[in-house]
């Protein structure tokens, strides 16, 4: 294997994954189909927002100053719903205009009091109290037309999609999703619907890794998951890389015998690493095949969710530029015992509950990599440093499932 990095730290290997790129392409979709998606320009606003002063609460306007004495009553002299109502209308001395939320204000008004805080009786208003400026909304003030308000990268969460439309965009371009063809490999695995046998086990990893592809925002497809021979195993590597940006396998990458991706990525793929100090994930290996990048990720499930997390989401959000999504992490005080390794970055999967005193960790589950329910059951895992020392009450990191 000559010169190949084996067994090399998290952030090492981030760093040969880095060394390789792919060409993004992109592409303008409506705002509908933008979710989870990375925006790929600058997005400056076509408007101002909001695009002209207006109220913030159901009420009244009027000049602040014949509001000072209290409790004042003014005149009403008309009402303002939408736009255009107002053209016609100037708030004078001692007179009111009963408004809406979002409303354009009047000429003539400079304050708002909202409609709990006053009376009426025919066309008049009292006041309770003096009305306030502050609750007019001003033209541009959360916004500038040709402010850029999203940059290049952004992952379009809800609230961005809402952004966009409120800037005045119907469509926007977006990086153009990759395509991650996902190979489950064992002889052992069979369809979930299927009938097992003694021996036998339901293929799973396909499936989550499927979910954190779509959850980064591209597109997955689940091959025919296929046995332990290294012709069905060349055979779909092959097909895979003919029309997709990367490739993850599962299964086949520890040390034994059987492990096949590992051996046909030596013997006729190109290699870039070999196991990680990571637990649970130490053995995935990473290259390409046939010039298209390719991850592979161990068959414990619990091991192939982390190596996701830890090395292929970080990398996808690279190579595209992406700010998000991103593993949320915060700190949480240890209540149980949690085992660190001497040599790898350790994750424990933790219930994480939220206390008057902050967030607390427990480890309640058994760690076992072959597990899922232990990681699909946890709210968090700890992440714990190679080498060190943790008890309990001491502060954590903890990256959120
Ligand atoms: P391997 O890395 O192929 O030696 O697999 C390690 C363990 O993970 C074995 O117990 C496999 O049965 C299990 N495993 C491998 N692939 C999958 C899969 N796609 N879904 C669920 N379990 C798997
Ligand atoms: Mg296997």
Redesign the pocket.
């Known amino acids: 294997m000559g010169e190949l990095p084996y067994f090399i730290e998290v952030a090492q290997a981030l760093e040969i994954c880095n060394k390789t790129t792919l060409q993004t392409v992109t592409e303008r979709v409506n705002l509908d189909d933008s979710h989870c998606r990375i925006l790929a320009v600058d997005l400056p606003s076509l408007v101002d927002d909001p695009p002209f002063d207006n109220s913030a609460m159901d009420g009244f306007a009027m000049r602040f100053e014949d509001t000072i004495d209290v409790p004042a009553t003014l005149e009403i002299i008309g009402t303002i719903q939408a736009a255009g109502q107002e053209d016609n209308i100037t708030v004078g001395k001692g007179q009111a205009v009963k408004i809406m939320t979002g409303a354009p204000i009047p000429n003539g008004a400079d304050s708002i009091l909202q409609v709990e805080l006053t009376s009426t009786e025919d066309n008049k208003v009292t006041l309770q109290q003096e009305s306030m400026k502050h609750f007019i909304r001003r033209k541009g003030e959360n916004l500038s037309k040709g402010e850029i308000a999203l940059s290049a990268g952004t992952y379009l969460t809800p609230s961005r999609v809402g952004l966009c439309a409120t800037m005045g965009y119907s469509s926007i371009p977006v990086i153009k999703k990759l395509k991650v063809a996902i190979i489950?490999?064992?002889d052992?695995?069979k369809q979930p619907g299927e009938e097992i046998e003694r021996g036998e086990?339901?293929?799973?990893?396909?499936f989550g890794l499927s979910g954190l592809i779509k959850w980064l925002g591209h597109e997955s497809t689940r091959l025919n998951?296929i046995g332990d021979t290294i012709d069905d195993l060349r055979q779909t590597l092959n097909q895979a890389s003919l029309d997709h940006d990367l490739i993850l396998t599962?299964?086949?990458?520890?040390m034994?015998e059987?492990?096949l991706v590992r051996k046909i990525m030596e013997e006729e793929g190109d290699i870039h690493f070999w196991r990680v100090k990571l637990r649970p994930g130490s053995?995935p290996l990473f290259g390409t095949w046939n010039n298209t990048p390719i991850f592979g990720l161990?068959?414990?499930?619990v091991s192939s969710h982390v190596v996701f997390r830890i090395l292929v989401a970080p990398w996808i959000r690279h190579i595209t530029q992406a700010n998000g999504p991103i593993e949320n992490r915060a700190f949480a005080k240890l209540a149980t015992k949690v085992k660190p390794t001497k040599d790898c970055l350790t994750l424990r999967r933790v219930s994480i509950e939220v206390t008057d005193d902050g967030l607390v960790a427990h480890q309640k589950i058994h760690q076992g990599s072959?597990n899922i329910a232990s990681m699909a059951l946890s709210e968090g895992m700890v992440i714990l440093q190679p080498g060190c020392e943790y008890s309990i009450g001491d502060t954590v990191e903890v990256m959120f499932l």
């Open positions: 489950a490999t064992g052992e695995l086990i339901y293929e799973s990893n396909s998951c599962s299964g086949g990458v520890s034994g059987w492990d053995p161990p068959g414990n499930p072959g």
